[in-house]
């Protein structure tokens, strides 16, 4: 079956750092790009940050770029995101995404998500 | 980046309805367009991509059209299982960026 699955949410204060990780199964994991999108409470969705199947490269939103850092280790299927400079404004659920491998730029298999939350 | 408007931002109806939702992008995307369908506490899931395309396993009860900047998702008979938030998604230029989502429930 194919599963992505989020972990690493947690509650972080003002400032802070920390790493999420998305574990893929089900698939040649190497092949295909990667995404983070996220969810503020009460809000839509938000991409974040993206990879390629290599890890070559990297893309960032605004909103996040110097700051997050988007990496994977196709040795263990395994994506991640450095968040550094955590500000409230990044308490959202964070998803991991895949990218469609023929159809570059939409999502076709997304996990179920992990909380962060930054707050004093 | 391109801003996608939907609406309506949310919208009751009837089991066996025709529910409509549309979506503007703020230049044209040609048809590089997805629709995703996401419940409480579940992933979301992709429906159509190519503004018209069914993903595989998806039912035929949804479907997408348009082109450029003006977009329609329609479900023909709503079902129960239906319940939930549909967002589009442009995937033309960097960043993709989602519309605010439309909220479907059951009057």
């Known amino acids: 079956e194919v599963q992505l699955v989020e972990s690493g949410g947690d509650l972080v204060q003002p400032g802070g750092s920390l790493r999420l990780s998305c574990a893929a199964s089900g698939f040649t994991f190497s092949s295909y790009a990667m995404s983070w999108v996220r969810q503020a409470p009460g809000k839509g969705l938000e991409w974040v940050s993206a990879?390629?199947?290599?890890?070559?490269?990297?893309y960032y939103a605004d909103s996040v770029k110097g700051r997050f850092i988007i990496s994977r280790d196709n040795s263990k299927n395994t994506l991640y995101v450095q968040m550094n400079s955590l500000r409230a404004e990044d308490t959202a659920v964070y998803y991991c995404?895949?990218?469609?491998?023929?159809?570059?730029?939409?999502?076709?298999?997304w996990g179920q998500g992990t909380m962060v939350t930054v707050s004093s | 980046d391109i801003q996608m408007t939907q609406s309506p931002s949310s919208l009751s109806t009837s089991i066996g309805d025709r529910v409509t939702i549309t979506c503007r992008a703020s230049?044209?995307?040609?048809?590089?367009l997805s629709w995703y369908q996401h419940k409480p506490g579940e992933a979301p899931k992709v429906l159509i991509y190519?503004?018209?395309t069914l993903e595989t396993g998806v039912t035929s009860r949804f479907s997408g059209s348009g082109f450029g900047t003006d977009f329609t998702f329609t479900i023909s008979s709503l079902q129960p299982e239906d319940i939930a938030t549909y967002y589009c998604?442009?995937?033309?230029?960097?960043?993709?960026?989602f519309g605010g989502g439309t909220k479907v429930e059951i009057k």
């Open positions: 190519d503004a018209s």
């Open positions: 230049q044209d995307i040609r048809t590089y």
């Open positions: 990879i390629s199947g290599s890890g070559g490269s990297t």
């Open positions: 995404a895949r990218e469609h491998l023929t159809v570059s730029g939409t999502f076709d298999i």
């Open positions: 998604q442009q995937y033309d230029n960097l960043p993709p960026t």
